[in-house]
């Protein structure tokens, strides 16, 4: 369990240092949490359209 929360943290210190995640501090919260940057939510968008494409065309060929 303890080698999956390092994993976690150190993928979310990527995600932070490429620009698409930040972290965020509540004035009454210690513990901060985690947004997308605007460059993030637009990876979010392209991310979806890639995931429509895979089901129709991915998915309908492994069908066949």
Do not use: P, Q
Request: glycine letters at 4%; charged letters at 45%.
């Amino acid at each position: 369990a303890d080698e999956m929360i390092t994993d976690i943290s150190e993928k979310l210190k990527e995600l932070e240092k490429e620009g698409l995640i930040e972290k965020v501090y509540m004035r009454d919260c210690a513990r901060g949490f985690y947004r997308l940057t605007r460059c993030g939510e637009d990876l979010k968008k392209i991310m979806k359209e890639i995931h429509s494409w895979s089901e129709k065309w991915i998915l309908e060929t492994d069908k066949n």
